[in-house]
Nanobody, 120 residues
């Protein structure tokens, strides 16, 4: 399984970014795909997941109201639109996949992340 995240960068507080992830190298069709992040010295934080078949979404409290997840299943792409970013959102953001329909999407596979830095 390969998961290539992109779209990170430096943004001012209040700004927006759209992260993209290209998923490949697997044949299972029933999965949750989404995003988590990790800042230096902090624990990993799950953000959002979406199911591959019915599009059911999950947002953690961190992500609710500011982040929106979407997919293009034909291209096996997943996106995370992030609005009103704040300095505490600074972290490396990772794309991840869990087989099947369980809770979350952050346990089975993940790729190299993309750095998001929010300046005050």
């Amino acid at each position: 399984v390969q998961l290539q995240a992109s779209g990170g960068g430096l943004v001012q507080a209040g700004g927006s970014l759209r992260l993209s992830c290209a998923a490949s190298g697997f044949t299972f069709d029933d999965y949750n795909i989404g995003w988590f992040r990790q800042a230096p010295g902090k624990v990993q934080e799950g953000l959002s997941c979406i199911h591959s078949i019915d599009g059911d979404t999950f947002y953690s409290d961190i992500a609710k109201g500011r982040f929106t997840i979407s997919t293009d299943n034909a291209k096996r792409m997943v996106y995370l639109q992030m609005n009103n970013l704040q300095p505490e959102d600074t972290a490396v953001y990772y794309c991840s996949v869990d087989k099947g329909r369980g809770y979350g999407c952050w346990d089975d596979y993940w790729g190299q992340g993309t750095q998001v830095t929010v300046s005050s």
